[in-house]
């Protein structure tokens, strides 16, 4: 089992946005201190929800302070970058990394994002297979060109190409965020493994799953590249640790409303439409009950559950849901030494 933290750089109220992206960077440093597998980066813009506008960049930070932790995008939001920039620059960290990059990638949402970087509404509502394909094939093929209907351009080389990696993968991990059975059958159909929300339980993520690898055999995959591949799926969830649950639940319940209202309210969709918000408390109630909030023994079993019923064995815990920088290292501190030895 594979855990890692999931870090969204989140503004608390009363925190400026410096300070949550140094406990951004300081989560990640004492991840690999604590035995952790991996540091995933959320990426969201003109929100306090997350201050991080560019997950690769963050992860090159990451990348460069550790030695060990693997790092990943979850995600980089596919409609308002170009699929050949976003490319270059994950091979660029795969190649300079020794191979310890993942590229996540999502379609987003319908916000004012798409406006600002010029790319429309259209990129969010039809355009996400056209751009990964583009990416895909950067990451694959020596020479690329394009002829669709959002990118046009002629052959080029592909500089650096990711295969240059001596005695590692020819290319970085791609993972795709799945909300929706259209996102599952297009990460089914391009073999890509799943990254599944923390809204998510483990019902619902078993579903997923098995709908993906129903579509990846129909795809024409043997029974054991789907094992491979989706052996590569990942659960997001949070993750707060104490002495006793209800102290462990308290401790969310106290900070992460605040967060999520204010974080929440901030997006503004890019044509007016309406969107409903989830109830502050009661999201942050239902996220104490699907995921390993408590005790260490209730957080492995947890996962263990998770696990069994979903058949996925990675996982990206938000650690950060207290906003305080000195409760959020003690959190991971205690992933790596009190909940990693339970699931072995």
Known sequence: MRVGTFVLAA????????????????????AEEAGLDSVWLAEHHFVPYGVCPSAVTLAALLLGRTRRLRVGTAVSVLPTVHPVALGEQAALLHLTSGGRFTLGVGRGGPWVDLEVFGAG??????????????????????????????????????????????????????????????????????????????????????????????????????????????????????????????????ALVKAMPGWLRQGLDAHVTVDGRHRSMRDPVAYTE???????????????DRLAATAERTGITRFALLAEGSGDLAATEENVRRLGAEVLPLLV
Request: aromatic content about 4%.
């Open 11 to 30: 503004q608390f109220p009363g925190q400026g946005q410096g300070e949550a992206l140094h406990r951004a960077v300081r989560t990640a440093e004492v």
């Open 121 to 250: 509404l259209e990129a969010y509502e039809q355009g996400f297979p056209e751009s990964l394909d583009l990416l895909l094939r950067w990451l694959t093929e020596p020479r690329v060109g394009a002829g669709g209907e959002r990118f046009s351009f002629r052959e080029v080389p592909v500089v650096p190409r990711p295969g240059e990696l001596i005695g590692g993968e020819a290319a970085p991990e791609v993972v795709v965020a799945c909300t929706s059975p259209k996102s599952v059958r297009l990460a089914a159909e391009r073999g890509l493994p799943m990254l599944l929300g923390m809204h998510c339980g483990d019902e619902d993520k078993a579903e997923m799953v098995a709908a993906w690898t129903r579509w990846s055999r129909e795809s024409g995959r043997d029974p054991d590249e789907t094992a491979r591949i989706g052996s590569h799926h990942v659960s997001a969830g949070v993750a707060q640790l104490a002495d006793r649950r209800e102290d462990a639940a308290e």
């Open 286 to 300: 239902l996220l104490c009950g699907l995921h390993p909030v408590g005790t260490p023994r209730l957080a492995a």
